[in-house]
């Protein structure tokens, strides 16, 4: 399914980009961070299961057993962020 994926802070700066068009196979935002994260390079480091890190799913706080949806906006973002 295709979903959108926004970055933001730190997050934002080690992917090296804000956001991007995804196509994933993931069930879950949980299975969806796994499989950004064994894709390798700034996605491993960013959102690797060592960092503390908040998502959204459709501007809305979820955790990790959140259900994905065709078209779903999902984000990425620190604990914690700046004004």
């Known amino acids: 399914m295709q979903i959108t994926l926004k970055y933001f802070a730190s997050i934002r700066e080690t992917m090296g980009m804000g956001g991007q068009s995804y196509e994933t196979q993931a069930k879950t935002l949980g299975q969806l961070r796994d499989e950004l994260v ?9 959102l690797g299961r060592d960092r503390v890190l908040r998502m959204a799913l459709n501007q809305n706080l979820c955790d990790e057993d959140a259900d994905l949806t065709p078209g779903a906006e999902v984000a990425f973002f620190p604990p914690v962020t700046g004004g």
């Open 38 to 46: 064994q894709s390798g390079g700034p996605a491993a480091q960013a």
